[in-house]
């Protein structure tokens, strides 16, 4: 489903304070007044004055249009409407009726908000009579269209400077100097950059090879002075949004000397967190303790678990790890040109020699890991950080070869699950001991890259037809260990990036993977069909490559990677890629969740990474066509192919730091016990949770038959038992599962719980029974496959109003090693658990958030939950689809 346009998010996700076991409803409150009108005590006064801009930026255009040559003129022209202060505009209104909403601008302490709207000529005289209505009364006394007009303050005809996107003012406009251009093809009778490339040839512009089609957008890029560019204001290919670009190439064309220059200039506006601020471990190979751009951050925590070493970094892993993790976009925070506000620190723990080779055994990596583990939480004698993530891009192949891991879990993988369960880990020769229960308030959050694919052959990647397609090859290159571990986020890579050098010896090249898609150095689960995890959980830049125009040669060329930190100080800057990028990338991200919600668990951020990525288009339709060429898969088999590839996409800082009005997050974190033992000494379920949910009924119940989304992501961790020997009953790896499930529209809810808890005393080692307890037909995944691992995550859709009828959702234990090896240390231990709901709407003027909120007793705050000035987000923005 793609995010709704216009569906500014500006709310933070609702952190659901209600902790019992079963949740008393609470009757929905009466929700607000309605948008705020501005008072006019003149009302033909004020419609005039509007009316009388319309028609003078009608003339204007009209006169100006007819200096374009005829191909270009447009059926229309850009206006600019200027809000009363305090006011908003209702801009859904200004995007009907003919009109279409290009951009808007928020208020500031300087400017009221505006938008700028592209009106048909035709359509003025209908706009104009609407302004008008407001001179007229309803037959209940109040005036027309007033929701419209009230609020306008004044119409003018749209300038350059009005569609300019950016904090930092418009640059110079007698300069020559690259643009970014958006356009809304919704407002040309042809495509717009088809216009726009005629006008560039005839004008001399320089204008990028390639435009980039993202969701309802076309981007575009020339270079011009500014004063040229005024004139496709009078075409058919006038921009909805102008923008300063960020292209890779910026940073890759300029000199060794320049590149210190913007390292100087961004050391200059660097404001460090504080060291009591959440924190990204890095496990790796060091780090340039320092480079001015990470020295602020790490105060003094770079350690080293290898005996002999220091914690510099001498081969650079560790390093370009770290710029990524501080600034996740680094060539944006180079670019920018205000205050670089971090919200996190740094910390550093070797744990590769300086030869990056992992250590031989498996024992040994699992033992250096815990020990660096260890090592960070002890620390320097400093002060401690609030929260941490644990970032490690490190992997080995292991079971089968190059082909990587067969699902099954390893001494290391087990590790990781240990340590992110909260227990102390001693490693021996043949196991892990596990020193008492894993501790609830001691779990953490670890972050493991999906490993890579390495030297890439073209041949690998040739279809039956002949042509190349690097799925094939990501589809049998299974992930690495220990990215099988099942409490850990893995990540996997994915690409944006598709610049080609404008260089002779590049001639005819193209790159290799379209954007939106996997990476080709991304590995997947893909082969794994029976395994007990699916993985990656989700995926972030890891770059790209180029092609030879005989498809002959594979090229990484710095172009189609990410920028970051280099660890020698007169270099400043290098370029990386691959999986680790984007692992380094994750942990930037779940730290700004840390940062944003700090009362949030390491379940939880992991939870809420998972939860806000999603897929692009380019990921659904090679789900949809990948070996079948028509769409011949069913639902279920097709989205499992997506998850095994991308897990559940792309998150971004925007999605998991706040909640639009008509995509409303709530998240739950609660405690349940799994088992108890009855009076004969058996091992029995101990306890369901129902949370009874603060459903906005009455505005579900206006959406009636309106498609809507509900998303639930589960997630919870496990005890290891990591012994080979079988995955059933005693044996079983994990210690616990849980599961979610969804009421019925006409189910009771005394049905309802004796169905789950028949369902939970039939399941056991996390494979459902045969028998369907619940309806599949509107969950996307399906019970049976979104239950592997400890993360459980699904799409239910259907009516609004049935919807309305489901607002019951139950956790509930299943059985595992816990249950059947009786252990009177573990029966009666709770545990901890996220829950993250999340109801879409595909109507932008339809608000959930208020009645959420008012019922769970939140005040509702329009200021988005976000720092100015922090770096982050995809510098290209995109339409995803759950």
């Known amino acids: 489903m793609p995010e709704p346009s216009g569906s500014a998010r500006a709310t933070p996700h609702l952190v659901v304070p209600w902790r019992a076991a079963t949740l008393t409803p609470r009757p929905a409150?009466?929700?607000?007044?309605?948008?705020?009108?501005?008072?006019?005590?003149?009302?033909?006064?004020?419609?005039?004055?509007?009316?009388?801009?319309?028609?003078?930026?009608?003339?204007?255009?009209?006169?100006?249009?007819?200096?374009?040559?005829?191909?270009?003129?447009?059926?229309?022209?850009?206006?600019r409407i200027e809000a009363a202060r305090d006011h908003p505009l209702m801009l859904e209104r200004l995007d009907s009726a003919g009109l279409t909403l290009m951009s808007s601008h928020p208020q500031t302490d300087d400017a009221q908000q505006d938008a700028v709207v592209w009106i048909p000529f035709d359509k003025v005289p209908s706009f104009t009579q609407r302004i008008n209505a407001f001179t007229e009364d309803t037959d209940g006394g109040k005036p027309k269209q007033a929701a419209l007009v009230a609020n306008m303050e004044q119409i003018q005809r749209a300038l350059l400077e009005h569609l300019w996107q950016e904090q930092q003012g418009l640059p110079p406009l007698d300069e020559e100097r690259w643009w970014e251009l958006w356009f809304d093809p919704r407002i040309a009778p042809t495509d717009p950059v088809v216009t726009l490339r005629a006008v560039a040839g005839e004008r001399q512009w320089r204008i990028s090879d390639r435009a980039i089609h993202v969701g309802e957008r076309l981007v575009a890029h020339v270079a011009t002075a500014g004063d040229e560019l005024r004139f496709l204001l009078t075409t058919n290919a006038c921009p909805a949004e102008i923008r300063r670009p960020t292209f890779a190439e910026g940073l890759y064309a300029v000199d060794r000397a320049f590149r210190a220059e913007l390292v100087e200039d961004l050391a200059q506006r660097i404001r460090p967190a504080s060291p009591q601020a959440p924190t990204v471990c890095i496990l790796d190979t060091g780090i340039a303790q320092e480079h001015a751009l990470l020295k602020p951050a790490l105060h003094e925590r770079a350690y080293t678990v290898l005996p002999g070493s220091t914690p510099a970094d001498r081969h650079g892993h560790g390093t370009q790890m770290a710029g990524l993790a501080l600034f996740r976009d680094f060539s944006a925070a180079l670019e920018s040109q205000g205050p670089v506000v971090l919200g996190h620190g740094l910390e550093s723990v070797k744990i590769l020699d300086d030869g990056h080779a992992p250590a031989t055994s498996p024992r040994t990596c699992a033992e250096t890991t815990a020990n660096a583990v260890a090592t960070a939480e002890i620390g320097n004698g400093g002060p401690a950080p609030t929260a941490r993530v644990f970032s490690m891009a490190v992997t080995r192949r292991s079971g089968d070869g190059e082909n990587g891991v067969d699902g099954t879990a390893t001494l290391w993988s087990a590790t990781l699950d240990a340590l992110a369960a909260g227990t102390d880990v001693t490693v021996r020769d043949d196991r892990i001991d596990l020193i008492g229960a894993p501790d609830p308030e001691a779990s953490r959050l670890i972050i493991v890259s999906a490993g890579n694919i390495r030297g890439a052959l073209p041949h690998q990647m040739r279809t039956e037809e002949g042509a190349l397609d690097p799925l094939l090859l990501s589809d049998l290159s299974r992930i690495e260990e220990p990215a099988q571990a099942h409490n850990v986020l893995t990540v996997g890579a994915c690409t944006h990036l598709e610049t080609v050098p404008d260089t002779p010896s590049f001639l005819g090249y193209r790159p290799l993977a379209a954007p939106g898609a996997l990476s080709p150095f991304s590995r997947t689960s893909v082969a794994l069909t029976n395994a007990a995890i699916t993985k990656p959980d989700i995926v972030l830049e890891g770059g790209n490559m180029l092609v030879a125009p005989d498809d002959s040669v594979l090229d990484e060329h710095e172009l189609l990677s990410v920028t970051t930190t280099h660890h020698d100080p007169a270099r400043q800057l290098t370029w990386t890629n691959a999986t680790s990028a984007a692992t380094a990338q994750a942990a930037a991200l779940a730290a700004t969740a840390m940062s944003t919600y700090p009362g949030l668990r390491p379940e939880t951020i992991r939870a809420l990474l998972v939860h806000e990525a999603q897929w692009t288009p380019a990921m659904i339709e090679q789900g949809l066509f990948k070996k079948?060429?028509?769409?011949?898969?069913?639902?279920?088999?097709?989205?499992?192919?997506?998850?095994?590839?991308?897990?559940?996409?792309?998150?971004?800082?925007?999605?998991?730091?706040?909640?639009?009005?008509?995509?409303?997050?709530?998240?739950?974190?609660?405690?349940?016990?799994?088992?108890?033992?009855?009076?004969?000494?058996?091992?029995?379920?101990?306890?369901?949770?129902?949370?009874?949910?603060?459903?906005?009924?009455?505005?579900?119940?206006?959406?009636?038959?309106?498609?809507?989304?509900?998303?639930?992501?589960?997630?919870?961790?496990?005890?290891?038992?990591?012994?080979?020997?079988?995955?059933?009953?005693?044996?079983?790896?994990?210690?616990?599962?849980?599961?979610?499930?969804?009421?019925?529209?006409?189910?009771?809810?005394?049905?309802?719980?004796?169905?789950?808890?028949?369902?939970?005393?039939?399941?056991?080692?996390?494979?459902?029974?045969?028998?369907?307890?619940?309806?599949?037909?509107?969950?996307?995944?399906?019970?049976?496959?979104?239950?592997?691992?400890?993360?459980?995550?699904?799409?239910?859709?259907?009516?609004?109003?049935?919807?309305?009828?489901?607002?019951?959702?139950?956790?509930?234990?299943?059985?595992?090693?816990?249950?059947?090896?009786?252990?009177?240390?573990?029966?009666?231990?709770?545990?901890?658990?996220?829950?993250?709901?999340?109801?879409?709407?595909?109507?932008?003027?339809?608000?959930?958030?208020?009645?959420?909120?008012?019922?769970?007793?939140?005040?509702?705050?329009?200021?988005?939950?976000?720092?100015?000035?922090?770096?982050?987000?995809?510098?290209?923005?995109?339409?995803?689809?759950?």
């Open 628 to 882: 079948t060429g028509t769409p011949k898969l069913t639902k279920g088999k097709v989205m499992r192919q997506v998850i095994r590839r991308y897990g559940w996409g792309i998150p971004t800082a925007e999605r998991i730091r706040s909640s639009a009005s008509n995509a409303v997050t709530m998240i739950i974190q609660d405690t349940l016990v799994p088992f108890n033992r009855a009076k004969s000494g058996q091992i029995r379920l101990a306890e369901l949770k129902l949370h009874e949910l603060p459903w906005p009924l009455e505005q579900l119940r206006d959406l009636a038959e309106t498609t809507v989304d509900l998303r639930v992501t589960l997630a919870y961790m496990i005890e290891p038992n990591p012994g080979r020997r079988g995955m059933l009953g005693r044996y079983s790896y994990a210690s616990h599962g849980l599961r979610f499930a969804i009421k019925g529209p006409t189910e009771s809810s005394d049905a309802f719980q004796r169905r789950l808890t028949e369902q939970a005393e039939h399941e056991s080692d996390g494979i459902d029974n045969p028998k369907a307890f619940e309806s599949h037909s509107h969950w996307l995944i399906g019970p049976r496959f979104r239950s592997l691992g400890s993360l459980h995550a699904d799409i239910w859709r259907g009516s609004a109003a049935e919807l309305a009828d489901c607002g019951m959702l139950a956790v509930y234990p299943v059985g595992g090693w816990w249950k059947a090896n009786k252990r009177s240390d573990r029966i009666g231990q709770a545990v901890r658990y996220a829950l993250l709901i999340s109801l879409r709407t595909p109507e932008v003027s339809t608000d959930l958030y208020t009645p959420i909120a008012t019922q769970l007793g939140v005040p509702v705050d329009v200021t988005p939950a976000t720092q100015t000035e922090i770096i982050d987000g995809i510098p290209v923005q995109m339409e995803f689809g759950w």
């Open 29 to 79: 409150l009466p929700g607000g007044g309605g948008t705020d009108l501005a008072q006019r005590e003149d009302r033909p006064r004020h419609a005039a004055a509007l009316v009388d801009g319309l028609e003078t930026a009608e003339q204007e255009a009209a006169r100006l249009v007819q200096e374009a040559p005829e191909a270009f003129q447009p059926d229309g022209f850009a206006v």
